[in-house]
């Protein structure tokens, strides 16, 4: 390749100049970020993670406090008090218990306002919700979600349907 202004070629840089090249770059980048790291105002960000990071975890928009029920305390068809199932149809086709409404509940998208309206709508005095018994448990966050939208008077069965099913299979 000749040069613009005729006074010889200039040559390609070889592949061991571009190597060379990305790796001062990445060399400086390490040190700027390092730099960076350590003059934070507030606590440096540690190189190396002191525990393992969750990658899916629920994110509820609205968040509220909903208090734990003991199995043994539900009351299926009680005068005034909504039972709610918050595990999906393939967990419920396993076991249902007698009255419960299925609201199922997802860690990654919020309830619908249909399913916020059939809680409203029943006039219930208390909400009782159970879950999948799991950690998290699936009722747990849905009566924090419903408490969170203004909901009152919302429990979740501590141990979720498979400690509600021995209570109520106990009781028998």
């Not at 960000?45 to 629920?58: G, I, M, T």
Request: charged fraction near 25%; aromatic fraction near 4%; charge should be neutral.
């Amino acid at each position: 390749m000749e040069d613009e202004t005729g006074g010889g070629t200039v040559r390609a840089p070889g592949a061991w100049a571009v190597v060379r090249d990305a790796a001062i770059v990445a060399a400086l980048s390490v040190l700027l970020s390092l730099t960076v790291n350590a003059a934070r105002s507030t606590k440096a960000l540690p190189l190396v993670a002191d525990k393992e990071y969750q990658v899916l975890v629920p994110c509820p928009e609205h968040e509220g406090s909903a208090d734990a029920l003991a199995a043994a305390k539900v009351r299926p068809g009680e005068q005034g008090v909504l039972l709610v199932d918050a595990r999906d149809e393939e967990q419920r086709r396993s076991w249902k218990a007698r009255g419960a409404v299925s609201i199922p509940y997802d860690f990654l998208e919020p309830s619908s306002p249909e399913m916020l309206r059939k809680v409203l709508n029943s006039r219930a005095r208390r909400v009782v919700v159970f879950g999948d018994g799991d950690n998290p448990d699936s009722g747990e966050q849905l009566a924090r979600e419903l408490s969170g939208h203004g909901i009152r008077n919302v429990v979740f069965v501590k141990g979720g349907a498979p400690a509600l099913k021995a209570a109520l299979e106990g009781g028998k």
